[in-house]
């Protein structure tokens, strides 16, 4: 047994302990002879690794409005809602990713071949995180945005690597920023015959689950230096709420013409009008941005929680 999998072992142990026993985590810490944070590394590794399993059997009647509401208003094929969580903590985003977990092993355990896009974002990392281990290599991952910041270091939320290597997949990564520093630089990247190739099997995606990102300083397109403060600046300038796959849109969820979308080297939302196109997003801070995604009628489903749905519901009865 290698060092991994004693730490599985271990976290299993630690699980079984918490959950099923009832054990708190200084008793955990006693038993197996760890630290209390120790224990707490070991609970979030089984909860990473699908070894917790949780079965509400109760419908939780708001959150169902709320989806319900949002579902018929925007013409979604689903839209599911997860109680609230404190705003910014690792339980909001557990959650959601709990819940999109579900709807992707839904497509990721049939037998037939998938080929599934996705975004990156830490909702879409946490989902794939949720999702149980299997073996289906016949399943084809894409990367729906650059991974590579302009200082060179590699985007630490997209998903495609860890989804491939949980289910034993072909995985296929964008190789390019998700802005780049010009025309120029955009249209050399677009025109490599590596990029084509990943872009087409983009395009024969079934579904694509993607994050919704916000516009302003905590922004993770800014926070992660894909774009420029300047650039930021401009977005803001030009009333930007939100952006998808790095797209920036207004409040009517109309993609904003600027220097900014011309260096965009994802591809044109249009392109994804057939796709199942899923956001796994929530917090009121991101409810401008999601609503504004809904209102674009960019979206086929989505992942939200209550304090988001509440929010965009709040704006809609009061028009």
Request: with cysteine; hydrophobic share 45%; aromatic share 6%.
């Amino acid at each position: 047994m290698d060092k991994f999998e004693l730490k599985l072992d271990q976290a299993a142990r630690a699980a079984w302990m918490s959950y099923v026993g009832g054990l708190t985590q200084d008793e955990i810490a006693g038993q197996l002879g760890v630290s209390r944070p120790g224990v707490q590394r070991l609970l979030a590794l089984a909860r990473q690794e699908g070894m917790i399993k949780v079965h509400i059997d109760h419908p939780i009647s708001s959150c169902m409005a709320l989806g319900r509401t949002l579902k018929e208003q925007y013409g979604l094929a689903f839209c599911d809602v997860v109680p609230a969580a404190s705003p910014g903590t690792e339980s909001a985003t557990y959650y959601l990713g709990v819940a999109a977990a579900e709807r992707i092993g839904r497509l990721v355990e049939r037998s037939d071949p998938l080929t599934l896009s996705l975004g990156s974002g830490r909702s879409v990392r946490a989902a794939v995180e949720a999702l149980d281990r299997m073996e289906c290599p016949q399943h084809r991952f894409v990367s729906l945005v650059g991974n590579v910041a302009r200082d060179g270091s590699a985007n630490r939320y997209d998903a495609v690597m860890l989804l491939a290597d949980k289910v034993g997949g072909q995985r296929f990564l964008l190789p390019a920023p998700v802005v780049a520093e010009s025309l120029a630089e955009k249209d050399a990247l677009l025109a490599q015959r590596l990029f084509q190739a990943i872009a087409e099997v983009a395009k024969a995606s079934e579904a694509a689950f993607i994050g919704v990102g916000r516009i302003d300083r905590r922004a993770t397109l800014f926070q992660d230096h894909f774009i420029s403060e300047s650039e930021l600046e401009e977005l803001l300038g030009l009333e930007a709420v939100g952006e998808l796959l790095g797209w920036p849109l207004n409040s009517r969820g109309e993609v904003i013409d600027c220097s900014i979308t011309r260096r965009v080297t994802s591809l044109p939302l249009e392109h994804f009008g057939k796709h199942l196109m899923v956001a796994i997003a929530g917090g009121s801070d991101k409810a401008p941005a999601i609503h504004a995604a809904l209102k674009g009628g960019w979206l086929k489903g989505l992942i939200t929680d209550e304090a988001a749905a509440r929010k965009i519901v709040d704006q809609l009865a009061a028009f």
